[in-house]
C-alpha cells in the first residue's frame, strides 16, 4: 500500500557498507522501519541520509506491505527546516538523547495520532526557543502517557513516591525515592514547555534524570540507558 505521510526519524543504524535502517514514528502508522539502500552512494538522490539525522521531521511516500518486515521510500523530503536543532550544541544532545530514548521505549507498531502530535510540537518548540534545560525532563514524564505508565497524581500529596506502581504513598518502602526526590517529581509534573525557565537547579536536574531512568526501567522489558546519557550530563553540568 502506498501511503503519505509525515514521520519522525528515531534513529539510523548503517548496514552493510552504503545502506541504512531507519527507524520512523510516522504520523499514519506509528513506528515503522525503512530500508533505504546505496544511502551513502555518490550519485545524486531524493533519498539523502542527512534528512534521517535524530528527530528529523519528515514527509515521505512509501510503501507499507505492513508484514512486519522493513518498507521502503518513494519519496522522502524534509516536511520542516530546523533552524537551531542542527547547530546548538546543547540541543543537538537533547535531540540524540531524546531519539535513544524513543527508540528504546516505544514497541508498539500501531497509529497513535496523540503521540504524534505531542512529539512533532515538542520538537518545534525546542527549535524555536532558547531555554531548553528541562525540555528532556518534561519531555521525558509526557511520554510515560502514552506508553502507560504516568505517575498516579491522585494523592500526591502523600510525602513518598512509589516506583513501582507509579503511586504516591504516605510511608516509605524500599521501591519509593525519598522524600526531597519525591518533592521534585513533583514539582516537575505539572510544568510545560513554556512555563519551566528555571525551575531546578543543576543537581535537582541530575536527580530527576536519575529518577527517571529508573522509572523507565522499571516499566519497560529490556530497556536500556541511552548511550548518550553521560555527554547529556556533560552539557547540563
Known sequence: MLVKTKAIV???????EKS??????TESDGLKSYYIRDAF??????????????L???????AHKNKGTLEYFKEVRLAHQYLTLTTDITKTTIALFISEMLHNSIKEE???????NFLETALLWLDSHDEAANFHLILLLEVTKFLGFYPDSSQQ????????????IPYQSISCISAHET????????????????AFHVS????????????YALHMDGFRQPKSLEVLREVFS
Open 110 to 116: 500501531e497509529k497513535n495520532q496523540s503521540f504524534y
Open 56 to 62: 528529523t521531521i519528515l514527509e515521505i511516500e512509501a
Open 20 to 25: 541504512l535502517v531507519v527507524k520512523c514514528y
Open 204 to 215: 535537582e536536574r541530575q536527580a530527576l534524570l536519575k529518577i527517571l531512568l529508573n522509572y
Open 157 to 168: 500529596e502523600y510525602p513518598f513516591f512509589e516506583m513501582t506502581e507509579g503511586i504516591f
Open 41 to 54: 552512494s555518490t550519485k545524486k538522490s531524493s533519498q539523502k541520509n542527512i534528512y534521517f539525522r535524530p
Open 183 to 198: 518533592t521534585l517529581l513533583r514539582r516537575l509534573m505539572p510544568l510545560k514547555f513554556d512555563n519551566s525557565g528555571k
Open 10 to 16: 528515531i534513529s539510523a543504524l548503517r548496514y552493510q
